[in-house]
């Protein structure tokens, strides 16, 4: 039967196949190309690049504007934004030429003074692009991923900023739109406050030293619709809670301070933020460096910093101080009791390791469970450095990336030597009677337990360093999620492994329902082979759930739950570590007298000879020959 062919048929695109692409010319009045795609038999718009003819002639000549001819284009560029404001905010191409000819206007105007008709018109102009009807278009804007579309935000901002400081200083006056106002104002030392809308600007009465300093306060009133919340303090869950304020001044302030409304009140955690047209490769981001909350109420957050430029707040979802708290409580003790018990654990290998390491799986066993040990004693030591020296405010690259270099680092070789354990239990399952010296198999098991999480870390640095994408980019001290994806070189390599013991204790165990253990091995070696089996059947799942709800923290950051059970799981890996690999170890205990009886069986000419020592103290010798 021949498979049916999705195709499209349209008047204007034509006949196509499933994924065919189509450019056509823009409407009439527009400039420009549209791409439609041949999607389950329609065709359905790709890209849009179609540009009001109009305003893409004012961007043409904005190209070479100089300041003599700002008054003048201004005002052309305002009469043609509202004249089509409704066609201006549907089209992403359309805002963005805006966009390029705001910026245009605006660097040519560094050279002249801007007066209060030039600034209405430019102010005009941004009314329409910031209004809600253009949400839709932002949204799209702000994921795009041409460079110029995602800047287009960022850009209209800093245009805005240009403006208000190429206004004339002696003026004083006010400009108002639905979406912003503008006041410029005086101020002095008896007269340091501005109450603009629900907004407080104060400027410390020791910064104006006797000086009038002319401040112009722009008040954006749906920017939070425009301008995404892209941060170092990055979280899904955090929301621009408050206008966004553009401030500057005449003369340079050291010290500044700004009171916000809150749009939600059911927020809480405010960070003092402004925006900082250098973040993530020029596109700018909101950046909490010199600005400090200094009074959180029901509603309103007062932030203090010391320069001047676009500020906001962002908040999150509320979590209860006390709930932080003992979060921290948790997180602090839990670690420590797992610290506690891996060091209990290595303090009882030590004293029993002659005793139970007599045969080649033993002594094996022991040293994967001493090096799993001693690998998540060490990611807890640099676990709890990392939390050290990070703050909600973040922390230094520095400490933070070698913090997380070698928690990376030992937490992986935990794993990998969980992995050694679960591969040799299947060698000696599956391959009984095979013979690997203790040198070749220490080798080996060094290389992967220690070589391999070594490599994976290091070109995890390697390739993500450069990019400033190793850790988080809130500077918390573990591998980077939202840039650059490092965190799958931890994630990747633990579900692996995860699945290679899973699938080894399938295969054991299907082995030994099949001819039990007892038939082939001796009796030290069928318990060592039973407790290897114990750990790995406990302690893999463990783990790989622990550090599921780990993964689940960095999707859902603000949960409290999740960092509840995670400390609560983390703190008992050491424990198990302890009850499952060493306490549980029956040889531990009774090791030499395990030894101490040794059943050899050995084939000559006449058949098998069964020797028994009792005792090496007891010279007697009894042997059965078959």
């Known amino acids: 039967?021949?498979?049916?062919?999705?195709?499209?048929?349209?008047?204007?695109?034509?006949?196509?196949?499933?994924e065919d692409i189509v450019t056509v010319s823009c409407a009439e009045g527009k400039v420009g190309q549209q791409q439609y795609k041949c999607t389950k038999g329609e065709w359905v718009p790709l890209q849009d690049d179609c540009v009001l003819e109009v305003i893409?002639?004012?961007e043409d000549q904005s190209q070479g504007i100089?300041?003599?001819?700002?008054?003048?284009?201004?005002?052309?560029?305002?009469?043609?934004?509202?004249?089509?404001?409704?066609?201006?905010?549907?089209?992403?191409?359309?805002?963005?030429?805006?966009?390029?000819?705001?910026?245009?206007?605006?660097?040519?105007?560094v050279t002249i003074e801007v007066d209060q008709e030039v600034m209405e018109n430019f102010l005009q102009t941004v009314n329409v692009l910031v209004s809600p009807s253009a949400n839709a278009v932002w949204n799209?804007?702000?994921?795009?991923?041409?460079?110029?579309?995602?800047?287009?935000?960022?850009?209209?901002?800093?245009?805005?900023?240009?403006?208000?400081?190429?206004?004339?200083?002696e003026d004083t006056y006010q400009i108002v739109t639905e979406t912003l106002s503008l006041n410029k104002a005086v101020v002095t030392e008896a007269n340091n406050l501005l109450m603009i809308n629900s907004s407080e600007i104060e400027i410390p009465a020791t910064e104006l030293s006797g000086r009038n300093t002319s401040v112009t306060v722009v008040v954006f009133f749906s920017l939070n619709n425009v301008i995404p919340v892209r941060t170092l303090h990055n979280s899904k869950?955090?929301?621009?809670?408050?206008n966004v304020i553009l401030v500057n001044t005449s003369q340079p302030l050291d010290n500044i301070s700004l009171t916000f409304e809150k749009n939600n009140t059911e927020l809480a955690n405010p960070l003092c933020v402004f925006w900082n047209f250098d973040l993530f490769n020029k596109t700018g981001g909101w950046d909490s460096f010199g600005c400090e909350p200094m009074f959180d109420g029901n509603i309103t957050v007062t932030c203090e910093c010391n320069h001047t430029t676009s500020f906001s707040i962002l908040m999150s979802p509320y979590i209860p101080p006390v709930a932080k708290i003992a979060l921290e409580v948790i997180t602090y003790v839990g670690?420590?009791?797992?610290?506690?018990?891996?060091?209990?654990?290595?303090?009882?290998?030590?004293?029993?390791?002659?005793?139970?390491?007599?045969?080649?799986?033993?002594?094996l066993r022991h040293v994967c469970i001493v090096n799993i040990a001693v690998s998540l004693l060490m990611a807890d030591i640099w676990f709890i450095v990392g939390a050290a020296v990070s703050d909600e405010n973040g922390a230094d690259a520095g400490p933070c990336t070698a913090a997380t270099f070698f928690a990376h680092l030992f937490y992986l070789a935990m794993f990998f030597w969980m992995l050694l354990s679960a591969l040799l239990l299947f060698y000696r399952i599956v391959w009984p009677f095979g013979n690997i010296s203790r040198l070749a198999m220490m080798l080996i098991g060094f290389f992967i337990g220690y070589g391999c999480p070594l490599i994976i870390t290091v070109v995890t640095v390697a390739s993500t360093a450069g990019h400033d994408g190793y850790i988080n980019s809130n500077n918390t001290c573990w591998l980077n999620w939202t840039e650059t994806k490092a965190l799958l070189a931890f994630v990747i390599p633990v579900l692996v492994i995860v699945v290679i013991n899973l699938c080894v204790m399938i295969v054991v165990l299907s082995k030994m329902l099949k001819r039990g253990v007892g038939d082939t091995e001796e009796n030290s070696e069928k318990q060592n082979l039973k407790v290897i089996a114990k750990c790995v059947a406990v302690l893999t799942p463990l783990f790989g759930?622990?550090?599921?709800?780990?993964?689940?923290?960095?999707?859902?950051?603000?949960?409290?739950?999740?960092?509840?059970?995670?400390?609560f799981l983390n703190s008992f890996q050491g424990f198990f570590i302890l009850v499952f690999g060493t306490l549980l170890d029956n040889s531990n205990c009774s090791g030499r007298k395990t030894t101490d009886l040794n059943l050899r069986i050995r084939t000559n000419k006449r058949g098998y000879h069964i020797s028994k020592t009792s005792n090496p103290s007891t010279s007697s010798d009894s042997s059965v020959n078959i």
């Open 1 to 18: 039967m021949t498979p049916t062919i999705t195709t499209c048929e349209d008047d204007v695109f034509g006949v196509g196949k499933e």
């Open 56 to 58: 893409k002639n004012l």
């Open 66 to 109: 100089t300041g003599g001819d700002v008054p003048k284009f201004v005002e052309q560029l305002n009469n043609a934004t509202l004249q089509n404001d409704d066609l201006v905010v549907s089209s992403q191409a359309t805002v963005t030429s805006i966009v390029t000819i705001l910026d245009n206007i605006a660097t040519a105007s």
């Open 140 to 169: 799209s804007l702000n994921g795009d991923t041409n460079e110029t579309r995602k800047n287009a935000s960022s850009n209209l901002l800093r245009a805005v900023e240009k403006m208000a400081g190429a206004l004339a200083n």
């Open 237 to 242: 869950d955090n929301t621009l809670n408050g």
């Open 335 to 363: 670690v420590g009791i797992s610290m506690g018990s891996l060091v209990i654990c290595l303090i009882i290998e030590i004293i029993v390791w002659r005793a139970i390491t007599k045969n080649d799986t033993a002594y």
């Open 545 to 567: 759930l622990t550090w599921g709800f780990g993964i689940g923290i960095l999707i859902e950051p603000d949960s409290f739950g999740l960092h509840v059970v995670f400390a």
